[in-house]
């Protein structure tokens, strides 16, 4: 019987590759980017939160007040930035709030 070299793999690896060959990573995406928008505005913003979409590089934040979405539209550039940092990743261009 011939004996099989193996090459040895780390945990993260072998998730990563999963991750690859299913092409689960769009859907990783858009459930960290909800993690972080609640690490990132804390809950009194999440409060006001309804809905978070992840669509490309566009996130799609719907907010019950309109007093807080136009008080946000001032600081959507640093909201971009803040986000992509929690994230370790440069995922969001665009933030628009509806």
């Known amino acids: 019987m ?3 070299k193996r090459e040895e793999s780390t945990i993260s690896d072998v998730l990563k ?3 690859t060959v299913n092409r689960l ?3 990783l995406d858009k459930v960290s980017v909800k993690d972080a ?3 990132v505005m804390g809950k009194p913003i999440v409060k006001y939160t309804t809905n978070i979409i992840l669509e490309r590089d566009v ?3 719907q907010l019950s007040s309109s007093v807080l979405r136009e008080e946000l539209s001032y600081g959507k550039e640093k909201i971009i930035k803040m986000l992509n940092e929690e994230l370790g990743k440069d995922l969001i261009t ?3 709030l509806r």
């Open 37 to 39: 928008w609640e690490n």
């Open 59 to 61: 996130v799609y934040v």
């Open 2 to 4: 011939a004996k099989r």
């Open 17 to 19: 590759d999963f991750i």
């Open 25 to 27: 990573q769009t859907g």
């Open 94 to 96: 665009k933030l628009v």
